[in-house]
């Protein structure tokens, strides 16, 4: 589980910062959303992930609190997808407005060549 | 602080919020009331950020004052956390943002949407990041105080802005990423976010642990030192100040300092003095960083040809300045760097909106222009015509050089003015580790560096001031008056009168930031005050 979650991680990681280093604006959003992606599933990983263990009541009684998974990284994921939503959709917009302005997609606002 | 007062800690964060909220209601022809609204909250501001310094300066006990947010004990909830560098800071920000909304009022607050509930916002991100106690809502903060510096930088919009914004957004993004990454790595070494629980937990953290703490801890700093502009991560800071609208860029001063906070309470609470085997980590990183910047910095001070790029060259030297003096470690150059901190904030800020009244009435390209000649040794001969004796100096243009020579004294740390008060405090505890004539002790070699960087970023910067002054007033080729309005001046006047104020009652101040850099070396006291005592 381990193994296929930090694999994940880093596929996500790695064609994100690729991606952020092209130059087109189009590339550049998506590899903040894999970027972010990747953040969002390390933020995860960090409140451990117990397996098979019981939710918050076992049968016929209360479960153990040291098999459950730490609620915290969880909300602060979620903290983090509504932020990172937000500002993804706010630079849309500055992008939209870029590409208006200088007629081309380039970061730099250099015209397509 | 109890009763009513210790409500107060909330209100710089809940003030802005609410204010703005109601201004986003309001549609674009309520101009006036729109200004009017964000005055009073600006000036409320103002007064709370005195009061509650003021309280916690002549108050007893260490100066660290707890607000438990919805009443949950510390650990669980979320707190803030008030102490004299924050309630500094606090002052600092309403100062900057009343400049900045001042100078708004004539024109600028129409050239594009929201500008009133932007500067709200963005005054409220600041002010949370400054009082929060927990690393998460710090995150919240800084997201805040960017979302509507999003908004700023690209107020007036046109192809310079938006373009420099592009970059802007996309650093901050992906340093945003960098932050949650740091923060989720330190709570899941530590177990904790809460900043002052985390400062307790450290000094007793298994020494396994100890290397995915740090590794967590030096990337928050990377987030950090992004946002602070430090080499060579904030090569996206001049382009975006100088294409920025004028109160926006004000208000931006201050925000490049809340990467320095943000790294001088990581450092100096988590691995400040008696905080275990951790202790001191990162400082030789700060440093060697800060003094890095300070000469890339000075470096760009002297090639930029206008005065847009020069004022975003002046905030590397002061970012660098500040992030080599945390790295110290010393409490009396951080009391200095305090003091350097409020004034370049200030000076920076009233620098930026001081050359929008130079720049007006002139064509873009004169700078370049000028500065080419001389490199070319031309236009020399044709300043012999028959005004030999010279012609009176229009009073608008004495005013405005007078502001000018004050914002070089205090960018370049010349006397008389807090500039140098401030250089002087930072030198005079680094040549002098244990306190004034006690004995020659052994200076480390960073000391040295950050002395020799001082120096010659000092000299950078009046040397390429004095060029600037001598070609933007001195000997304009074209001789027009800007047309300035009084409400344009009065920001800026305002700025540096509190900079002579500063330089006036030395004593007092210096004696205020001397006791909040004891408090920051003092991690221990955080703990106590913040977990220890319950209601």
Not at chain 2, 38 to 50: C, E, F
Not at chain 2, 57 to 66: E, K, L, M, R, Y
Not at chain 2, 276 to 295: D, H, K, Q, Y
Not at chain 2, 320 to 328: D, E, I, M, S
Request: net charge neutral; glycine share 12%.
């Amino acid at each position: 589980m381990e193994l296929v979650l930090a694999i994940a991680i880093g596929l996500l990681a790695g064609s994100g910062v690729w991606l952020l280093m092209r130059p087109r604006t189009f590339q550049l959003i998506i590899g903040l959303s894999l970027l972010s992606y990747a953040v969002n599933l390390f933020i995860f990983s960090m409140g451990r992930f117990p397996i098979g263990a019981p939710p918050i009541l076992a049968p016929g009684g209360q479960g153990d609190p040291a098999s459950f998974a730490d609620p915290l990284p969880q909300s602060l994921v979620l903290t983090a997808i509504v932020i990172g939503f937000a500002t993804t959709a706010l630079f849309l917009v500055v992008m939209l407005a870029a590409r208006g302005l200088t007629r081309g997609d380039h970061v730099d606002g250099r015209p397509r060549q | 602080m109890n009763g009513w007062e210790q409500h107060l800690a909330v209100a710089p964060v809940a003030l802005p919020l609410i204010v703005g909220a109601i201004m986003v209601t309001l549609d674009e022809q309520r101009a006036k009331l729109k200004a009017a609204l964000g005055l009073a909250s600006i000036l409320g501001l103002l007064g709370i950020a005195v009061f509650l310094a003021i309280r916690l300066h002549v108050g007893i006990g260490p100066g660290i004052a707890v607000y438990r947010l919805g009443n949950w004990p510390a650990s669980f909830g979320i707190v803030l956390m008030l102490d004299r560098l924050s309630a500094l800071l606090l002052i600092v920000t309403a100062l900057l943002g009343l400049a900045a909304q001042l100078y708004a009022l004539p024109r600028w607050q129409r050239m594009g949407a929201h500008f009133h509930a932007l500067l709200q916002f963005q005054l409220m991100g600041l002010n949370g990041a400054f009082l929060t106690g927990d690393l998460f809502n710090l995150f919240v903060f800084f997201e805040v105080l960017l979302a509507a510096s999003y908004g700023l930088a690209l107020h007036g919009s046109g192809v310079a802005r938006v373009k420099a914004g592009l970059h802007y957004i996309a650093v901050n993004l992906a340093a945003s990423l960098l932050f949650l990454i740091g923060v989720s790595m330190i709570y899941g070494v530590a177990g904790t976010l809460n900043m002052a629980d985390l400062a307790a937990r450290i000094p007793q953290m298994p020494a396994a642990n100890r290397p995915l703490l740090e590794a967590g801890a030096a990337i928050l700093g990377i987030a950090f030192l992004v946002k602070a502009a430090a080499w060579p991560l904030g090569f996206w800071l001049v382009p975006t100040y100088a294409a920025a609208s004028p109160p926006a860029a004000a208000i931006f001063s201050m925000m490049s300092k809340v990467g320095i906070y943000a790294v001088a309470r990581l450092v100096l609470l988590l691995f400040g003095t008696g905080t275990g085997a951790s202790a001191g980590f990162g400082g030789t990183w700060l440093v060697a960083g800060g003094v890095a910047t300070i000469a890339f910095g000075a470096v760009s001070v002297l090639a930029t040809q206008d005065l847009p790029r020069l004022a975003g060259a002046n905030v590397y030297i002061s970012s660098g300045t500040l992030l080599a003096a945390v790295g110290a470690g010393q409490v009396g150059v951080t009391g200095g760097a305090l003091f350097y901190l409020v004034s370049s904030a200030l000076a920076i800020g009233a620098f930026f909106l001081l050359i929008e009244l130079l720049d007006r009435g002139r064509d873009i390209g004169a700078d370049v222009l000028a500065v080419t000649l001389e490199a070319y040794g031309e236009g020399e001969e044709e300043d012999e015509e028959d005004d030999a004796i010279g012609v009176p100096i229009p009073v608008t243009m004495a005013i405005l050089g007078i502001c000018f020579l004050c914002c070089a004294l205090l960018l370049a740390g010349l006397p008389p003015l807090s500039g140098f008060i401030a250089k002087f405090a930072m030198l005079n505890a680094l040549l002098n580790p244990a306190g004034l004539g006690k004995g020659p002790a052994l200076i480390p070699w960073s000391g040295w560096a950050l002395l020799i960087a001082l120096f010659l970023s000092g000299f950078a910067t009046i040397l390429a001031m004095t060029r600037a002054g001598i070609r933007n007033l001195w000997a304009t080729e074209d001789g027009a008056v800007p047309r300035v309005r009084a409400i344009e001046i009065a920001p800026i006047l305002m700025l540096l009168l509190v900079c002579i104020g500063m330089t006036v009652a030395a004593g007092p101040v210096m004696r205020y930031m001397q006791a909040a850099a004891a408090t920051l070396h003092a991690p221990q006291d955080y703990p106590r005050q913040v977990l220890g005592r319950t209601r």
